[in-house]
């Protein structure tokens, strides 16, 4: 009996975009059940384009267009939500900005029966032989990422939110993503409390998705204490610096005290930011989720 598969696709404001995944998705050797598109409430008219695509009357299309913009960590919530709720036995997860290439969703479901928790080989739509390094790797090339793989499978490592195929076992087990995260974060701390229920990632690399790399400003700091990761606008860094401060308060190792010690030595730095870094430090902390929005309006 075949097994069913929703494909949830987050969205903001790239229409044109969303239109290359779709076709992406529909034109998969391994057909898709259903799609949820999660419109974080554009306002470039997103419903017009798929209107007169005639996506609206596609079969297996399902459009949910959300109140206000819940960031990425609230769209993959709430598809992820509605993809369990309507029983589903897997979830096929992607931003806009991706192209999963034909067979991709095929090879991944060839190990289903292997693993609950897989992801694709994510390769940098701007060089086709970069692949998209995972946390802390420092692989950078698709050539380094296949010379790697054992059986096809790179096990304990994953690209999430960029392709990633998670059963409905694991989605009862471990809940939604967490929405209060907005943007940055929000992924790898559902990979970490995955990893800590017992669900191991894997990178299938004949699972091929495409994905633009991450822009994020780095600053290097002195004394060989490494880098740190800037968003530009006082909002995004907010948002960043909280968001990895609550997931090394919860899921701590030797890495999260380097995380402290590292943003707290730039911060002493900056003193235009100071006081947004040491927020964001204390917020994640605590885990207090009520200041985001006075950043943004700022």
Same mark, same amino acid.
């Given at each position: 009996?075949?097994?069913?598969?929703?494909?949830?696709?987050?969205?903001?404001?790239?229409?044109?975009?969303?239109?290359? /995944?779709?076709?992406?998705?529909?034109?998969?050797?391994?057909?898709?059940?259903?799609?949820?598109?999660?419109?974080?409430? @554009?306002?470039?008219? *997103?419903?017009?384009?798929?209107?007169?695509?005639?996506?609206?009357?596609?079969?297996?299309?399902?459009?949910?267009?959300?109140?206000?913009?819940?960031?990425?960590?609230?769209?993959?919530?709430?598809?992820?939500?509605?993809a369990y709720d309507r029983g589903f036995d897997w979830i096929w997860l992607m931003d806009d900005d991706g192209l999963p290439y034909p067979t991709s969703l095929?090879?991944?479901?060839?190990? *289903?029966?292997?693993?609950?928790?897989?992801?694709?080989?994510?390769?940098?739509?701007?060089? #086709?032989?970069?692949?998209?390094?995972?946390?802390?790797?420092?692989?950078?090339?698709? @050539?380094?990422?296949?010379?790697?793989?054992?059986?096809? /499978?790179? =096990?304990?490592?994953?690209?999430?939110?960029?392709?990633?195929?998670?059963?409905?076992?694991?989605?009862?087990?471990?809940?939604?993503?967490?929405?209060?995260?907005?943007?940055?974060?929000?992924?790898?701390?559902?990979? +970490?409390?995955?990893?800590?229920?017992?669900?191991?990632?894997? *990178?299938?690399?004949?699972? &091929?998705?495409?994905?633009?790399? /991450?822009?994020? +400003?780095?600053?290097?700091?002195?004394? +060989?204490?490494? @880098?740190?990761?800037?968003?530009?606008?006082?909002?995004?860094?907010?948002?960043?610096?909280?968001?990895?401060?609550?997931?090394?308060?919860?899921?701590?190792?030797?890495?999260? =005290?380097?995380?402290?010690?590292?943003? #707290?030595?730039?911060? #002493?730095?900056?003193?235009?930011? &100071?006081?947004?870094?040491?927020?964001?430090?204390?917020?994640?902390?605590?885990?207090?989720?009520?200041?985001?929005?006075?950043?943004?309006?700022?």
């Amino acid at each position: 009996m075949k097994q069913t598969v929703a494909a949830v696709v987050v969205t903001h404001n790239r229409k044109e975009l969303l239109v290359k /995944c779709l076709r992406a998705i529909l034109d998969q050797t391994y057909a898709v059940d259903r799609i949820f598109v999660i419109d974080n409430a @554009s306002s470039d008219g *997103t419903p017009q384009m798929l209107e007169r695509l005639d996506f609206m009357k596609h079969p297996q299309l399902e459009y949910i267009r959300l109140a206000e913009n819940m960031g990425g960590a609230g769209g993959f919530h709430e598809g992820i939500k509605l993809a369990y709720d309507r029983g589903f036995d897997w979830i096929w997860l992607m931003d806009d900005d991706g192209l999963p290439y034909p067979t991709s969703l095929e090879n991944l479901m060839n190990m *289903t029966g292997r693993y609950q928790f897989l992801g694709p080989l994510l390769v940098d739509s701007h060089n #086709l032989s970069s692949s998209s390094p995972w946390r802390k790797s420092t692989i950078s090339r698709v @050539s380094e990422s296949e010379a790697i793989a054992c059986d096809g /499978c790179i =096990v304990g490592q994953i690209s999430i939110f960029n392709g990633t195929l998670i059963s409905r076992q694991m989605v009862a087990t471990i809940g939604y993503p967490k929405k209060e995260f907005f943007i940055w974060g929000d992924e790898e701390e559902y990979r +970490r409390r995955a990893v800590r229920a017992g669900y191991l990632p894997v *990178t299938v690399c004949s699972a &091929i998705h495409y994905h633009p790399p /991450c822009r994020l +400003r780095i600053k290097r700091l002195p004394m +060989r204490l490494g @880098s740190v990761w800037l968003p530009e606008d006082k909002f995004r860094l907010y948002v960043y610096v909280r968001n990895f401060s609550y997931i090394h308060s919860r899921y701590a190792s030797f890495d999260s =005290v380097k995380f402290y010690v590292k943003y #707290l030595i730039y911060a #002493l730095s900056d003193y235009k930011r &100071i006081w947004i870094i040491m927020m964001a430090l204390f917020d994640g902390f605590v885990g207090y989720w009520g200041r985001a929005k006075k950043f943004q309006r700022s």
